[in-house]
C-alpha cells in the first residue's frame, strides 16, 4: 500500500515534467530546442548533468547541448563520438524498457573509448541502489513515426537523491526522451518550412524550385499537415492535406477538402481552436476520426500573409500526441486515486471536500438591505469568503463569489427539511482479524470488494474514497438528515453479506458516522467530526452486534 505522502511526490514530478514537455515547444531553433531539452532534465527530472548527443548526417553522435556544469560543458560540447562505440554502449548494461544503464563495476571498460565523457571520482555504494559516480544511464531517441532510426541519446548524471531512479524515474526520464525526440524532429521539420516560406516570399527568381521544396516537405512530412483558406465565404476550409493527416483521421484528401477543422474539432474543444485559428500559434485538442472517435493532436498555426492583400492561407502542423495524454492522465489518475481499490485517495477525497467549502459560514439575509446584497454580491461579504474584492462591482453579479453554493449543514434533532453535504465515515469492524488469519491477500480482496458494494450503493455524483486502512468516506450531496441515516443503513447491509476470497467465505461489520460539511470549516473539521460521530456509533453498539460474523 502505497505511503500517504507519495501521491503528492508523484503529482509534483508530474507537474515538473509536464512543464519540462511544455518548454520543448517554445524553443524557437534546432540549436534552442537542444538546449532546452538538456536544461529540462536538469529541472525536471532531478539530475545534476545532462547531456544530449546528437546523431550526425554521417552516423557519427555530436555533444550538441549539455547542462548542469559550465566546466563540463565547455570541455565536451561539440565533441564526437563514433557510432560504433556508442551501439557497444547501449547494448552493455541492463536494459530498463527503452533506458540502458551501465553499472560502474561494467562501465569501467568504457574509459578509454572515443565518446566524449564527463566522470568524477567517488567511494564505493554503501547500499544497493545508491548511484555512483562512474554509473551511466542512457535514454535514446528515436525519430517519430516508430522504428529505431536513431536520433540522438540523452545521458544524465548525478541524481539529486543521490539514488539509481525507481520505476516512476524511469517512466518519466523515458517519456521525456520520446517528447524531446518529437521536439527536435519538429524542430528541424519547422526550420526546412521556414526556409521553404522565405524562399516563397523572398526569391522570386527561384520561384519555381522553392515551391518544389515546400511540397516535399509538406507531402512527405511525418507529421500531419493542411493548408486551410482564411478570410471570404469559405474560412477555414481545407484546401489541401498531406498523406500523414489523411491517416491519421481515417479520411481521403478527396473527403477533408469538404471540412474545416471546426467540423472535425471536439464540441468541447470549438473555442481553443477558434482562439488559435484567429491568432496563430499552439493549440492541443481533439479531432474526429472518420470511425466516430476522437483524437488528441497539437495543432500548430502560421499565418502566412500576403503584404499587400492580408492573409492568404494558414498552415497547420498536427502532431500526434494521444499517448503522452494518455500518459498525462494515467499519471494524474494514479496521483489521485488508491492503487488497490482504485478510488479516489485521502488527498483527492480532502480536495474535493475543500472545494465545497468556504471561509465563512453562510446566513440567512434577515434585512431588504442583506437581500440585496446576496442577491448582487457584497465587498466585504466577498472579502470574507477569501474572494479578491479589487474591482468588484456591487452592482453587477459577477466573479467566482457569485456563483459560489453556500454549504449548510440540516438540523439532524429537529428535521425541517433541509439538504446539505453528508459526510459518511465507514470503517470496517472485524477486518483487522481477517487480515491476521488469512494474510494481506485476503485483507486486500475484502478491501477491493468492500469498495465496489459501496461504489454501487451510491448515486453517480457521489463520491467515494479510501481514506486509508480500512477506511472509508463517502461524500453524499442534496441529503437530508434521514436520507443520510437510510443511506449508511443501505451501505453497511451492502457490506454485511459474506466474501468469498479463494473459496473461503469471510464477513466482516461497519459502522458510520454522519458529519455534515458546512462553510466555517476546514476539511479537516469535517472529517474528524465524522469520524468521532463513527466512534460514538461504535461504541453504542455491542461487539456481536459490530461484526457481520
Known amino acids: 500500500m502505497e505511503a500517504e505522502s507519495e501521491p503528492y511526490v508523484r503529482l509534483a514530478t508530474m507537474r515538473q515534467l509536464h512543464q519540462a514537455v511544455a518548454d520543448l515547444n517554445t524553443a524557437r531553433s534546432l540549436a534552442d530546442t537542444l538546449q532546452t531539452v538538456a536544461d529540462g532534465i536538469v529541472a525536471g527530472l532531478g539530475y545534476e548533468l545532462a547531456c544530449v548527443n546528437l546523431v550526425r548526417p554521417d552516423g557519427d553522435l555530436v555533444v550538441a547541448a549539455f547542462a548542469g556544469n559550465s566546466a563540463a560543458e565547455a570541455l565536451i560540447t561539440g565533441r564526437v563520438g563514433s557510432r560504433a562505440s556508442w551501439e557497444r554502449r547501449l547494448a552493455m548494461g541492463e536494459t530498463w524498457d527503452e533506458l540502458r544503464f551501465i553499472p560502474h563495476t561494467d562501465g569501467w571498460i568504457l574509459l578509454d573509448d572515443d565518446v566524449p565523457q564527463w566522470h568524477t571520482e567517488g567511494p564505493e555504494p554503501r547500499f544497493e541502489d545508491e548511484w555512483h559516480p562512474q554509473d551511466r544511464l542512457y535514454a535514446p531517441m528515436y525519430a517519430s513515426g516508430g522504428g529505431l532510426d536513431l536520433l540522438g541519446v540523452i545521458s544524465v548524471d548525478r541524481p539529486r537523491n543521490g539514488r539509481r531512479p525507481g520505476a516512476w524515474g524511469r517512466e518519466a526520464l523515458q517519456m521525456y526522451a520520446s517528447q524531446s525526440a518529437i521536439a527536435i524532429s519538429n524542430a528541424r521539420l519547422r526550420a526546412n518550412m521556414q526556409r521553404a516560406l522565405v524562399r516563397l516570399e523572398r526569391e522570386q527568381q527561384a520561384l519555381r524550385a522553392s515551391e518544389e521544396s515546400f511540397r516535399q516537405a509538406f507531402e512527405y ?47 468541447e474543444d470549438i473555442g481553443t481552436l477558434l482562439r488559435t485559428s484567429a491568432e496563430g500559434g499552439r493549440a492541443e485538442l481533439r479531432l474526429g476520426r472518420r470511425d466516430g472517435t476522437y483524437l488528441w493532436v497539437s495543432l500548430r498555426n502560421s499565418v502566412v500573409a500576403d503584404t499587400a492583400d492580408g492573409p492568404r492561407f494558414l498552415l497547420t502542423h498536427v502532431e500526434d500526441i494521444e499517448e503522452r495524454k494518455r500518459h ?95 459526510v459518511l465515515f465507514c470503517d470496517l469492524d472485524g477486518f483487522k482479524s481477517i487480515n491476521d488469519r488469512f494474510g494481506h491477500h485476503t485483507g486486500d480482496a475484502v478491501l477491493i470488494e468492500v469498495a465496489r458494494r459501496l461504489t454501487t450503493c451510491v448515486r453517480d455524483g457521489d463520491t467515494v474514497a479510501r481514506l486509508g486502512g480500512d477506511e472509508f468516506v463517502v461524500l453524499a450531496d442534496g441529503l437530508g438528515a434521514a436520507d443520510a441515516a437510510d443511506l449508511a443503513v443501505r451501505l453497511r447491509n451492502a457490506i454485511i453479506p459474506p466474501i468469498r476470497v479463494d473459496g473461503r467465505a469471510v464477513r466482516v461489520g461497519a459502522s458510520f458516522g454522519i458529519g455534515w460539511a458546512a462553510c466555517g470549516m476546514t476539511a479537516e473539521e469535517v472529517l474528524r467530526s465524522a469520524d468521532q460521530r463513527m466512534y460514538v456509533e461504535k461504541r453504542s453498539r455491542s461487539k456481536v452486534h459490530r461484526r457481520a460474523g
Do not use: W
Not at 469568503?385 to 453554493?405: C, I, T
Open 221 to 267: 512530412a511525418p507529421s500531419g499537415m493542411a493548408i486551410a483558406e482564411m478570410g471570404g465565404d469559405q474560412h477555414g476550409r481545407l484546401l489541401r492535406t498531406n498523406d500523414a493527416l489523411c491517416r491519421l483521421l481515417g479520411r481521403p484528401a478527396s473527403v477533408l477538402r469538404r471540412y474545416s477543422f471546426a467540423d472535425l474539432v471536439h464540441p
Open 328 to 422: 498525462e492522465l494515467n499519471l494524474a489518475h494514479r496521483a489521485s486515486h488508491d492503487a488497490l481499490t482504485g478510488l479516489p485517495n485521502s488527498a483527492e477525497l480532502r480536495a474535493r471536500l475543500s472545494a465545497r467549502l468556504c471561509e465563512r459560514p453562510h446566513s440567512v439575509a434577515s434585512t431588504d438591505v442583506q437581500a440585496l446584497d446576496a442577491a448582487y454580491g457584497d465587498v466585504d461579504e466577498a472579502r470574507a469568503h477569501g474572494f479578491p474584492a479589487e474591482g468588484f462591482d456591487a452592482g453587477r453579479a459577477v466573479g467566482p463569489y457569485d456563483h459560489h453554493v453556500h454549504s449548510v449543514a440540516p438540523d439532524t434533532v429537529d428535521d425541517d427539511g433541509s439538504k446539505g453535504l453528508a
